[in-house]
């Protein structure tokens, strides 16, 4: 709930969204700050529960705002603990069925919202009020200009600007994902509350690679207003080779892009979708060999498909 666009496109972005921004509320901007503002200023307590494919969990939440610095501790509470501990946006340690999934970039850059940039790719709007949690709220809707992100329907803390409802909804009107506050408590968590558990395992940090390892692939296409904002290259223990991931951001939404070199044989073609959540792997013969190209995020699967097949080599001189 940036770091390296391209020319073109930063050009592109900054002559169209004066031009866009008059289709957008100001209210909703000015909402949007407030949400902006409150994830980096406001603390607060409370439990959640989230709706993904059908499948719903419940969790707490530990957010701690101290001298700049934001420390958050989410726990999911059904089935086996799953507990996930970030400081300032990086993974400090994760436990459960996290633990022995991807690790998570450690460099990774943390998100801030920026209404004016939103506007060039979404139509901003102040839909109304609610009641979330026992909270008054005023309703914020995204939605956006093409086919290549969704829509989000945001209930924000009339009094806070934190987020206590988030949908986000596909072409189609049909409901993707939900997050939904159940208790919203600003009292400052304590020391305690933020410890992680012993089962909370050390995340291991991913040094930064030098410039002429990360910038080793670019994209011919990318879907309007998503920038390149962190990537990284680490080898894969298990089968021995070298993995690119490039990370995209839309203000909003992101995509993660993960290539690595197969055999003749190896790898096999997929195209899935899991709530919000596309994966798609498709074999590219390039001039480095054979890449398996893997493109996961919440974007729809057509425009996931399209940027794994963009994606080319990056040759020294082309990055000088």
Not at 76 to 105: F, H
Not at 145 to 158: K, T, V
Request: glycine share 8%.
């Amino acid at each position: 709930m940036r770091a390296l666009p391209l020319l073109s496109l930063l050009i592109g972005s900054c002559m169209t969204v004066p031009a866009l921004a008059a289709n957008s509320s100001p209210e909703a901007g000015e909402w949007l700050n407030k949400l902006a503002q409150a994830e980096q200023k406001q603390s607060y307590q409370g439990s959640f529960v989230y709706e993904r494919n059908g499948s719903f969990s419940s969790h707490e939440i530990w957010h701690k705002v101290e001298d700049g610095k934001v420390s958050e501790r989410l726990l999911q509470l059904d089935g086996a603990a799953q507990e996930i501990v970030r400081v300032d946006g990086k993974v400090e340690c994760v436990s459960g069925v996290l633990a022995s999934g991807v690790t998570p970039p450690a460099n990774a850059t943390q998100r801030v919202l920026d209404p004016l940039k939103l506007m060039g790719w979404y139509d901003l709007s102040v839909a109304g009020k609610s009641r979330v949690a026992g909270r008054d709220a005023v309703i914020v809707t995204l939605s956006p200009r093409d086919q290549h992100r969704y829509a989000f329907e945001m209930h924000l803390d009339r009094a806070t600007g934190l987020p206590l409802r988030s949908l986000m909804i596909n072409d189609k009107g049909q409901l993707l994902e939900r997050f939904q506050m159940t208790r919203l408590d600003t009292t400052v968590p304590s020391d305690q509350d933020l410890r992680a558990s012993a089962a909370c395992k050390p995340v291991q940090q991913v040094a930064a690679a030098g410039n002429d390892k990360v910038a080793g692939w670019r994209s011919d296409w990318l879907p309007p207003g998503f920038e390149l904002v962190n990537s990284s290259v680490r080898r894969d223990p298990k089968q021995g080779g070298v993995v690119s991931s490039l990370m995209y951001d839309d203000g909003l939404t992101r995509f993660s892009v993960f290539l690595e070199p197969v055999s003749d044989d190896g790898g096999t073609d997929m195209r899935t979708q899991l709530g919000p959540t596309s994966a798609v792997s498709r074999r590219l013969n390039t001039p480095k060999g054979k890449v398996m190209v893997t493109v996961v995020g919440e974007i729809p699967l057509g425009t996931a498909e399209r940027v794994a097949l963009s994606m080319r080599p990056q040759d020294a001189q082309a990055r000088q």
